[in-house]
T-cell receptor, first 117, second 115 residues
Framework: DAGVIQSPRHEVTEMGQEVTLRCKPI?????LFWYRQTMMRGLELLIY????????DSGMPEDRFSAKMPNASFSTLKIQPSEPRDSAVYFC???????????????FGEGSWLTVV | QQQVKQSPQSLIVQKGGISIINCAYE??????FPWYQQFPGKGPALLIA?????SEKKEGRFTISFNKSAKQFSLHIMDSQPGDSATYFC??????????????FGQGTTLQVKP
């Protein structure tokens, strides 16, 4: 299995620009998560989907952030307009159905390193 | 009540020593407690996990100790090796269908094992 695939791996953008991060979850996983990691705040859950439907977006910091999952194999996290304080590593993760052999194991991608200057 | 508090923030251990990382939680509805290991430039990966119906789980050199009454759990790494140098996160979640997989992470512990 290829694992969770994220792109881009690194992005440097100017303040005010739109940023789109992409994710391909592991095939067959019904849950998809977007996390943000910073030194100050650690790992924060931004939003998660079940069967392509957003379940909990309470972690999305503000209206500048939006996430979509148009189908089971693709999700995007968009920041518009971007600000320097958005600089962080953004992780996408996926998980199989609850109660399955893997239980609640969440499989993380390698992250998208975003720098907003 | 949703927080998971982790300590220490950083830890330096000599090769062959025991590394101990502690976590505490408030929400008694949590029923699944995984530990994740993260190497630089990589995403976190599941290391070991425990449910509250047992007090200890061991996998190789890694052991989780769980104290339900104290709402605390800890990771012990026996015979620590330089290859164990990484950041470790404890986490907690409820297994209910509406919250499945919504992990609440601790702040992380950076472990350095010196040769």
């Amino acid at each position: 299995d290829a694992g969770v695939i994220q792109s881009p791996r690194h992005e440097v953008t100017e303040m005010g620009q739109e940023v789109t991060l992409r994710c391909k979850p592991i095939s067959g996983h019904d849950y998809l998560f977007w996390y943000r990691q910073t030194m100050m705040r650690g790992l924060e859950l931004l939003i998660y989907f079940n069967n392509n439907v957003p379940i909990d977006d309470s972690g999305m910091p503000e209206d500048r952030f939006s996430a979509k999952m148009p189908n089971a194999s693709f999700s995007t996290l968009k920041i518009q307009p971007s600000e320097p304080r958005d600089s962080a590593v953004y992780f996408c993760a996926s998980s199989p159905l609850p109660g399955g052999p893997s239980g609640n194991t969440i499989y993380f991608g390698e992250g998208s390193w975003l720098t907003v200057v | 009540q949703q927080q998971v508090k982790q300590s220490p923030q950083s830890l330096i251990v000599q090769k062959g020593g025991i590394s101990i990382i502690n976590c505490a939680y408030e929400n008694t509805a949590f029923d699944y407690f995984p530990w994740y290991q993260q190497f630089p430039g990589k995403g976190p990966a599941l290391l070991i996990a425990i449910r509250p119906d047992v007090s200890e789980k061991k996998e190789g050199r890694f052991t989780i100790s769980f104290n339900k009454s104290a709402k605390q759990f800890s990771l012990h790494i026996m015979d620590s090796q330089p290859g164990d140098s990484a950041t470790y996160f404890c986490a907690a979640t409820t297994h209910g269908s509406s919250n499945t997989g919504k992990l609440i992470f601790g702040q992380g512990t950076t472990l350095q094992v010196k040769p």
